[in-house]
């Protein structure tokens, strides 16, 4: 059968698959999270007010590992003092910032557990619809903190628009309708705003007065690209932050100047964009995605690392929540970021990307989401998935087993 699939159809089945996915994510959630809400949680967030001080730490600084030292957890923030907090010694562990994903699709409260298990505190989700399902997953004490897009700007006829519970408000027919479609999002309590990029689909004029309508209101924009032409196109409309790498060929040069000289951050997802590769679709290779990555570091350009995960049905990849985020990084360091650059990418990096400016390193005044990991993620990535002990806003959650 993948004899007969052409570069059109080829190019259908990557949207209908990939681009549908992460817009219906969401709507898996609304079935799923009545029962999530009423099922006790395995981490309390009692505790989360408890002063402890670690001691014989090596903190991640965002370039190095320090020399062993005490980090406290004064009421869920990191603190200066050690008196009078309970001591645990740590015997020598690295300690990590809570690690960030800036591209999951949330669906319920065991999606944020499934998260926290592996360390990642802090989820940046890019489609979800209705917005009762992400209004009612924020700040939830001792899980995963979340942002969300809510519902993306698609075109009219789109695999998105035909999605039975798709929001009819994010169906947009031309520039006209930027205004509504941007207040709208707003009032649903969007923290950023999705376009999705595709061909045939919104055209430039439309994407363009989107994203100036929203920067207008202090909205950063996401865009779902997946070929060199809609990144181009994406590129023009000078939205913030590009999601995905080009699976059918690598990113040019060309075009990873234009991301560097515009500012524009990549989310490469290459969890996702290797799943896809692996399906056998004809024209389409993980090395295109690798060696895209490659380019847009060699130009300059800041890569935040993103997963994709999601449990939406019918969607053939589905990368786990929380322990994809460590198979990304590995991916990160393989297209030819160092450890520490993969780190960043995953902590300090995307808490300025997206305006967090209470997280991503370990300092004084700033939240307590930490990892603890056995072994030095600088010397082998691999050892952030060695996780000790976790810590979301102060409250310790069980790490996965």
């Given at each position: ?9 080829r ?12 817009a ?21 967030a ?23 030292r ?69 700040g939830?004490?001792?899980?995963t ?23 009819p408000?994010?169906?947009v ?7 509504q ?5 707003i ?23 989107i994203?100036?309508?929203a ?39 060309a ?19 290797e ?72 902590t ?44 979301v ?9």
């Amino acid at each position: 059968m993948a004899m007969c699939i052409n570069e059109s159809t080829r190019r259908e089945f990557f949207k209908n698959a990939a681009v549908i996915g992460a817009a219906a994510a969401g709507v898996q959630a609304v079935a799923a999270s009545g029962a999530a809400h009423a099922a006790p949680r395995s981490a309390a967030a009692a505790g989360s007010g408890e002063k402890v001080a670690l001691t014989n730490v090596r903190v991640f600084d965002g370039r190095v590992l320090s020399a062993p030292r005490t980090v406290v957890i004064d009421n869920g923030l990191i603190g200066i003092s050690a008196f009078g907090a309970r001591t645990v010694d740590c015997g020598g562990a690295a300690l990590l910032p809570g690690l960030i994903d800036s591209h999951i699709h949330v669906q319920n409260e065991g999606t944020l557990e499934q998260l926290a298990s592996f360390g990642v505190t802090t989820g940046l989700d890019m489609a979800c619809f209705p917005p009762s399902v992400f209004q009612g997953l924020r700040g939830l004490p001792g899980l995963t903190d979340i942002r969300s897009a809510g519902t993306p700007a698609v075109a009219p006829g789109s695999p998105q628009s035909r999605i039975p519970t798709f929001p009819p408000s994010g169906v947009v027919t031309g520039p006209e309708q930027a205004h509504q479609f941007v207040t709208d999002r707003i009032a649903e309590g969007s923290d950023y705003i999705k376009l999705i990029v595709d061909s045939p689909g919104l055209d430039q004029a439309t994407l363009t007065a989107i994203t100036r309508k929203a920067h207008a209101f202090g909205r950063l924009v996401m865009a779902h690209a997946v070929t060199n032409a809609t990144i181009g196109t994406a590129l023009t409309a000078n939205v913030d932050m590009i999601h995905h790498v080009p699976l059918d060929a690598a990113v040019t040069a060309a075009i990873a100047g234009r991301y560097a000289g515009s500012g524009t951050i990549a989310v490469p997802t290459l969890t996702m964009m290797e799943g896809f590769a692996g399906l056998g679709i004809p024209g389409y290779s993980y090395a295109n995605a690798r060696d895209g990555v490659a380019t847009l570091r060699q130009a300059g350009v800041r890569i935040l690392a993103g997963t994709d995960s999601n449990h939406t049905p019918g969607i053939p990849v589905q990368p786990a929540f929380g322990s994809s985020l460590h198979h990304e990084l590995e991916l990160l360091v393989g297209a030819g970021l160092s450890t520490a650059e993969a780190l960043r990418s995953a902590t300090c990096l995307p808490a300025r990307s997206f305006g967090l400016r209470d997280r991503g390193a370990i300092r004084p005044g700033y939240r307590a989401d930490l990892v603890l990991v056995d072994g030095d993620p600088l010397a082998d990535i691999r050892a952030t998935r060695a996780i000790q002990r976790v810590w979301v806003g102060g409250a310790e959650y069980p790490p996965a087993s």
